[in-house]
């Protein structure tokens, strides 16, 4: 095969990208766990029938979809909520109620991605299904508030606001859609776009929004945020024309902004959502839930220098100096990993140090450890620090603190 | 849909289960990143053309291929092996040498599911890439050892055979994979069935592969194993009749047994391949690997009680007396997770008690604390130990401590 390449839309994660990944999986999991969010995981294929239906038009469209070895019609999972709705259904009282869960996956949609989209994508979901409660909101508002600063973010904000403000204007799904694209196309687009979509009074609608006050579920919502210490208007703030683009929620919607960079940036979005989750069990089952927008934080974080200069996970390449002095640079490599130091032994006994220190360079490992003839007759090691560009010989009982004191 | 269902061979993992998953993934990471070994992710699909015809006809027909939306025909990840000889061809120099990676990523196999095979499963592999020295082979085996040791296995053993020796026997392809089944099938089976594949002096063959001496190969491999701390006849051991199943091995094999249970339980196997890799490159790039058997890991660890009895993370329910008691409990919540606890809300401020504790039973949360009028007006709050079910009243300020005391 000559064409030798990824789908398009697909990528391949390499080492510094992929634990780029994992911090933020792992920090977002740490938070998600200490508020007793469990962790779920369905499966990549499902029945298509049990996805069908559930997206539109458009997701109908860009739904991965084949015939398996047995015939039947499966699909590759297109969001993480439809499969959460098919798991209440089937295992109901085995699952806590309350039903908090946080879901980490790949979804797979075969968008356009000239749009900057991806096909292949990770999904990272929190939500708390089975009550109805503006506490159950509060609390999935402020974990995403709060995980977007423990990942480093000093000025996340959420912007709120309840659907059925919409609900009482009799606006139609598009409309809704259009006043949704008002931070994109401005506002007199905005009403040019309501008007042609045949409402006479958009200009007059778009004021009345502008002027509207929360309702009272919003007011009692603020009240928890504030009780757990956010802040209204810095950390969060009541956003009367925000209208969010799915069309499936019901009460509070909110939307995760960063105003850490130059420009604005969504970082994910939410809301409560009463009638999706019970389509499979045939009743009314209340939700509220938050997706991050993994790709969008990830690359907000690579920005502004979000990521802890130590990700490389080595510390040290003990190096070999020859064959015959081979058992030395393994006793030490032991030692310093029994120190819980990440050591990395070199693994061609032949190779010249050169080449061994090149190595460590390119891994970004910070300590290369020799040990040569001179060093094994006088108990010592040299110490070479390769951001620094010194170098320095040391008792081979000091190593592991000499390290950690340059760490410090 | 009636038929509210997974896809034979696919599974849901609830809490309990995909926390079990993590701990183990966690563990693995953590030993892999302690040694050099990096992560890397790649595409659940891939152009079927780069899959096809590396997996034998076997292969061929478990693969899920279909055709995607611009007519492309693609296929899922049928393994971790494939897929990175295609990143070291693609990437090259971007990557060191040796690359050192683990990956643990889900593969799908339309396998029959009657022989207990999933469709969707975990691998989870190590290989060293670009280098062709025994220390690499000893580097990968001790690593699958003590990986399994720090998960809690006291008797993981690595049984090790060099594949050159059924190279010198001219034993064609199928006849080593009948030598392979020997420890499922019994000599006499085996001696019968290479007969019939033609092998004239079976029974000799056998006799001579049982006193076959290590090759110099293994010798060195042997060595460095001990200079790592590792046992002979007790971590690792020379078997001279282990084949393994796959074709692409070119010297050192290895399967890793446990003696935990009443019966041998094999955790995972690997060999060094030098002509797999460079396919792609069109040039020989030597490789030594090993993948663990994910699920046959968990399920061992379950039966042998290996997982820690605090997997599940939340440590405290902070109950709701009354609505108009809320107030206190957000404080008491707010105050246990600044000390580091994992601690949930209850959500809704009307739920009679009762209640609330039998959600922290489902869940198994140790303890509930209770704030009631009685308690605000002492500056008190009741803890409750849900596994010795008792309780007490102790002075708010001290509670993070009473928690701390009983854990320990």
Known sequence: MDNLQTLKGFRDFLPEESRKRQYVINSLKEIFESLGFEPLETPTLEYAELLQGKYGEEGEKLMYKFQDHGGRFVAMRYDQTVPLARVVSQYGNLLPSPFKRYQIQNVWRADNTQRGRFREF???????????????DAEVIAVAINAMKKLGFRKPQMWINDRSIFNQLNLT??????????????????????????????KNIITHLKGSAPTQELIQIFEYLRE?????????????????GLDYYTGSIFELKT???????????????????????????????????????????????????????????????????????????????????????????????????????????????????????????VLKDLTSKTQKAVPAAELTGHIKNIND
């Open 259 to 381: 105003l850490d960079l130059p420009y604005m940036l969504s970082l994910g979005g939410g809301g409560r959502y009463n009638n999706l989750i019970g389509i499979f069990a045939k009743k009314e089952i209340p939700a509220v839930g938050f997706a991050f927008g993994f790709d969008r934080v990830l690359e907000a974080m690579t920005q502004l220098n979000l990521f802890p200069s130590n990700l490389a996970s080595t510390e040290v390449l003990v190096t070999i100096f020859s064959p015959d002095l081979l058992t030395q640079s393994i006793k030490v490599s032991q030692k310093l990993r029994e120190e819980n130091i990440n050591t990395e032994l070199w693994l061609d006994p032949s190779s010249k140090l050169d080449k061994q220190l090149k190595y460590a360079d390119q891994k970004n490992i910070r300590f290369a450890v020799i040990i040569g003839p001179d060093e094994i007759s006088s108990d010592q090691v």
């Open 173 to 202: 799904k598009a409309q809704i859609m259009i006043i949704d694209k008002l931070d994109k196309i401005g506002e007199e687009m905005v009403i040019s776009q309501l008007e042609e979509s045949g409402l006479k009074n958009a």
């Open 228 to 244: 757990q210490g956010l802040v209204k208007n810095e950390d969060f703030l009541f956003s009367p024309l925000l209208a969010r």
């Open 122 to 136: 990770t999904q990272c979901d929190i939500d708390t299904v089975g009550i109805n409660t503006p506490l159950s």
